[in-house]
């Protein structure tokens, strides 16, 4: 699909590292977290066991995090989450068009990957929400279940830890659906398993 | 209107976070503030004037000794005053006598007549104590306290069946200091604490609670480490929730149940029907609704904070969503499969 002819070095070691972790951890933490939401405490052993590795887990990936943002604040990577606010619904409608008609009729992507945009619209604006936005709010949200303590006690007379649940169980859910979409997108590459080895080797 | 926005989304995410810690602090050091307000605000009954309570010049021959840690009598003999020291079970707290229910009692109308002489008689200590039903019992004014019913489940507890005809209700109730406090008290945690330190008088002391049982005291943090923040836990819910019969209604819980059938689900609570519900909580509501209206009532007030998804119904969005997600992928890649053969 993809027109370009030598490799493009898109993916330098440190986001690929942290990629690797972040989506060991995320599995892991959508896992446990799951079990405790539907748990059944009568087997507390299993229970306790997945609490502890949800917040060990918890505690690295945002610790890894600080990769991503220190990495995406301070070198080249970061630019391409720079969104350019003119003409971006437009862009993002054209790729949704690509995704939702044109690949079936084997048109070309409207947003080739170069080496000064690695991403399309549509992945630019969910990489954006997923890693500004719903990520820092998961990670603040788990800090204040962890320390409940510390959770403001309650906002018009119901406890700040509804709130921080609430919030956590959503911010959580958003997460599991982003990594479906995102895993199933990723075999627009040029064969379904090329951008998997791209994100594993770093080169497009 | 032609403009770039070409600000890393990682700055604007590090200025979001500076002005949400300058908030959360400031909410912090307002929150800290208020409850130390309510602290010295709150009555402390020690200086009060205690001619305006009913029989208290009475009380007060017995509260000479029995109110501190240390009594005087003259020698007969020797005509010499001895200061003795008074054993703390005998010892009556006046500021917490004086505002309880039993406030305007004369101590003799409970206790001999006899003990009006002093040295006390030997014989005084056959004295055989009332409980609860003999003043309480088939007495319509006390109906709605459901005396009866109390008696007959604590007849059914583990308290009462475990241990010997010891277990009184004294033991948890001490009738110079009682107080009733979750029908007249609208600060729940309050409640919450009063009834549980009721619990922990015994259970987290050993010497009250070997008088009963010569089993070694379990550890109670030891115990409850199954239980995720078990801090938050000790102080939000009560323990007889857990650990006693709820039977629907406000003050019947006094059926303790053997430790095998205590609640251990976290979805007893944390779901719909949760059994906080069942009374104490269920009570504050009805009178929050009372006072302040449904709106507020519901869903204002210090009860809901048993966790946000009471009916599932999140729950089943999330799956349901999800599910679709799944679907839409799934025709999506087929469809592709197909197109590209
Ligand atoms: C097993 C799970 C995962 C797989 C197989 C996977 C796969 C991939 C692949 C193939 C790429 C390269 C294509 C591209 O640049 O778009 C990629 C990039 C990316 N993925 Fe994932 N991913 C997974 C989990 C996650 C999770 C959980 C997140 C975030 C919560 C995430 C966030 C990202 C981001 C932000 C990029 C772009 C990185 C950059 O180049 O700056 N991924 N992923």
Redesign the interface.
């Known amino acids: 699909m993809e027109n370009h002819n030598e490799p493009l070095y898109l993916y330098p070691v440190w986001i690929r590292l942290w990629h690797i972790l972040n989506a060991l951890f995320c599995l892991t933490l959508i896992i446990t977290g799951l079990s405790i939401q539907f748990s059944n405490p009568t087997i507390i052993v299993k229970f306790r066991a997945a609490v502890a590795v949800h917040n060990v887990a918890g505690v690295l990936l945002s610790i890894n995090y600080l990769i991503f943002f220190l990495g995406n604040l301070f070198t080249k990577n970061g630019a391409y989450y720079v969104i350019e606010v003119r003409g971006f619904f437009t862009r993002l409608k054209s790729q949704f068009h690509h995704y939702t008609i044109g690949v079936f009729k084997n048109e070309n992507a409207p947003f080739p990957v170069t080496m000064e945009s690695k991403f399309n619209p549509l992945q630019q604006f969910s990489y954006v929400a997923i890693m500004y936005a719903v990520l820092p709010l998961v990670i603040l949200s788990g800090i204040g279940l962890l320390y409940p303590e510390i959770t403001v006690h309650s906002l018009i007379g119901i406890s700040g830890l509804d709130y921080t649940d609430l919030l956590h169980l959503l911010c959580g859910f958003i997460v599991t659906i982003f990594m479906c979409i995102h895993i199933y997108f990723c075999t627009f590459g040029k064969t379904t398993l090329s951008n998997f080895k791209s994100i594993i080797n770093g080169y497009h | 209107m032609?403009?770039?926005?070409?600000?890393?989304?990682?700055?604007?995410?590090?200025v979001l976070?500076l002005c949400?810690a300058i908030a959360?602090a400031l909410?912090?050091s307002s929150?800290s503030s208020s409850s130390g307000k309510k602290a010295e605000t709150q009555e402390y009954p020690e200086k009060v004037n205690l001619a305006k309570f009913k029989n208290s010049e009475t009380n007060e021959l017995c509260l000479k000794c029995h109110g501190q840690s240390k009594y005087a009598y003259e020698n007969a003999e020797t005509k010499k005053v001895v200061h003795k020291r008074m054993y703390s079970e005998l010892i009556i707290k006046r500021d917490e006598f004086y505002v309880s229910n039993h406030k305007g009692f004369k101590c003799t109308d409970c206790h001999s007549e006899d003990y009006t002489t002093f040295p006390h008689s030997g014989n005084l200590r056959m004295e055989s104590k009332a409980n609860c039903l003999d003043c309480h019992g088939g007495d319509d004014k006390y109906a709605k306290f459901q005396f009866e019913k109390i008696d007959s489940n604590f007849m059914a507890s583990v308290h009462s069946q475990k241990h010997s005809q010891d277990f009184t209700c004294w033991m948890c109730h001490n009738p110079h200091t009682y107080k009733i406090n979750a029908r007249t008290n609208e600060n729940l945690k309050e409640t919450i604490i009063y009834d549980n330190l009721i619990c922990l008088s015994c259970h987290s002391d050993i010497t009250k609670y070997e008088l009963l049982t010569n089993k070694q005291k379990p550890n109670i943090l030891v115990k409850h480490e199954?239980l995720?923040?078990q801090?938050?836990h000790f102080t939000n819910v009560r323990c007889i929730e857990c650990h006693a019969q709820n039977k629907d209604t406000l003050i019947v819980a006094h059926q303790i149940v053997p430790k095998s059938l205590a609640v251990?689900?976290?979805e007893s609570c944390h779901a719909k029907n949760s059994i906080l519900y069942a009374s104490l909580f269920k009570y504050q509501v009805q009178e929050n609704i009372k006072k302040q209206g449904w709106f507020?009532g519901l869903?204002?007030?210090?009860t809901?904070?048993i966790?946000?998804?009471q009916n599932n119904t999140?729950?089943i969005i999330?799956l349901v969503?999800?599910g679709f997600?799944?679907l839409i992928?799934l025709i999506?890649?087929v469809?592709?499969i197909q197109?590209?053969h």
């Open positions: 032609i403009y770039r926005a070409n600000v890393r989304p990682a700055w604007v995410v590090l976070l949400f959360f909410a912090k929150d199954w995720p923040n801090a938050s251990k689900k976290c507020k869903f204002l007030s210090e809901a904070t966790g946000p998804d999140l729950n999330s969503l999800f997600t799944i992928i999506h890649a469809i592709r197109k590209s």
